[in-house]
């Protein structure tokens, strides 16, 4: 949640004009991205934490107007769409949405602030809080899975835009569905919070993900064929152990074929984008031709850390979507949009320092703050718009000596290292300040003469 105004604009300079016709992208790449604005995301963008709702700190008739600040600071830094995540808000699991009595005030509320704010939505459904699962359960596949798909299609049916039993003011279908988070997670670390002694290891199995899979897949086409099912992002894809468990969901082709993209995760605070690499070969090993997004993503801005503060997160900014691209990432999401101030009850909780913007600390007797942009901000709202009218078709990785470089159809991304020019550079531009650079030094914008 931003409970916060948007401070002024760090703008982007103009996107040069495009050069000559480029090679086309590497060959297998499939894409639902049709240009370079929708490549970016923002994962849980739009939420209000559990905590304020819970303490009173915050109003049911509060909610709607804060979520709204929320769409539009994520709008006003350049991304297309934003994700939902069961665990939070707007609750869209199966469990608490039948307890509530089927009540839509939360998910309708996120929907219309989403929407309002021009943005696309990613939702995700599934049987349980997609975070804490076996905080509520000892057994993942619901006992009544008609029951279950019939919450699927009665979720995707509100908001497909049909015309049927659609929410009140819905502006437009939601075309993207997520079925459940981190099920790799589940199965190797004890539950979050939970009352639940389980063994992790006997719990989602890839097996009982992958049935969960087929009915979710099944009953989201039942209520609209034209929508996009993803595989819940896979939490560690670049390791071992996660792979392994992917490997097992998708060693049934009937799974494969019901997936349209895979989805990851992709977390590390290494100085270099290895990981990724690894998560973008195991998603075309699996899912051969089909498109990749990467869900969630993020380093930290700790600098109590070695080699990690503010400017190094910038950096990894340009990073991270440069090799996610050049390695054929349909859409990348940040998480998340802006760190909490540094509170007692908030000091040293995951992911406080990973988000693009910083909350400064509320008045007295308030819970609003103000924003400001870190680095991170700076880099994501520049090449956010320095992309925003390039085809990703034509995208693809340029050799370069001491660095790397992403051609974009507009101008080259130099997006690791101190790449050499390619011919036909022009004004070289440092994504984290503005400033015109002499030499290409990650993370820059190398302006086309072409």
């Not at 699991?93 to 929407?115: N, Y």
């Not at 390791?239 to 049934?252: E, L, S, W």
């Not at 070969?281 to 080699?307: C, F, M, N």
Request: include cysteine.
């Amino acid at each position: 949640m931003l409970i916060a105004a948007l401070v002024a604009c760090v703008c982007a300079d103009p996107a040069p004009a495009a050069a000559p016709a480029a090679a086309k992208a590497p060959p297998g790449v499939a894409r639902t991205a049709r240009k370079g604005a929708e490549l970016f995301g923002i994962n849980e963008a739009v939420s209000i934490p559990k905590l304020f709702l819970d303490d009173g700190r915050i109003s049911p008739a509060e909610e709607p107007a804060l979520l709204a600040q929320d769409a539009a600071a994520a709008a006003h830094l350049g991304a297309a769409i934003v994700r939902s995540n069961t665990a939070n808000y707007p609750y869209l699991d199966h469990l608490r949405l039948a307890r509530s009595g089927w009540d839509w005030r939360r998910a309708d509320a996120w929907v219309a602030a989403v929407q309002a704010a021009g943005l696309d939505a990613l939702v995700m459904i599934g049987p349980w809080p997609g975070n804490a699962t076996a905080g509520f359960t000892t057994a993942y596949v619901p006992t009544d899975l008609p029951a279950y798909a019939a919450y699927v299609r009665r979720v995707v049916e509100r908001y497909d835009g049909d015309g049927v039993d659609d929410m009140p003011g819905l502006q437009r279908k939601i075309r993207y569905w997520e079925v459940d988070n981190e099920p790799d997670l589940h199965n190797s670390k004890p539950p979050k919070n939970g009352p639940q002694r389980i063994d992790p290891a006997l719990f989602e199995r890839p097996d009982e993900y992958a049935t969960v899979l087929l009915a979710s897949a099944q009953a989201i086409r039942q209520a609209d064929p034209e929508a996009v099912v993803l595989s819940a992002g896979f939490f560690r894809p670049h390791h071992p152990q996660g792979a392994a468990y992917a490997r097992a969901v998708f060693d049934d082709p009937a799974v494969v074929a019901a997936v349209d993209v895979f989805s990851a995760h992709v977390y590390f605070e290494e100085d270099g984008t290895e990981p990724l690499a690894r998560a973008l070969q195991l998603a075309a090993e699996l899912l051969p031709g089909k498109p990749v997004w990467i869900t969630e993503t993020s380093v930290p801005s700790d600098p109590r850390k070695p080699h990690i503060d503010e400017a190094w997160q910038g950096k990894m900014v340009a990073a991270i979507v440069g090799a996610a691209l050049a390695g054929g990432a349909d859409r990348v999401f940040w998480h998340t949009l802006a760190d909490p101030p540094w509170a007692k009850e908030r000091s040293g909780a995951p992911f406080s320092t990973h988000s693009l913007l910083a909350t400064t600390a509320p008045g007295p007797g308030s819970v609003v703050g103000g924003v400001v942009d870190k680095p991170a901000g700076a880099v994501y709202r520049r090449l956010a718009a320095l992309l925003r009218d390039t085809d990703p078709a034509v995208y693809r990785e340029e050799a370069a000596a001491g660095g790397r470089l992403l051609w974009t159809g507009a101008g080259w991304l130099a997006f690791w290292g101190s790449p050499s020019l390619p011919p036909g550079a022009g004004v070289i531009t440092d994504l984290r300040t503005g400033e015109v650079l002499t030499a290409a030094v990650a993370p820059a914008w190398i302006a086309s003469q072409k």
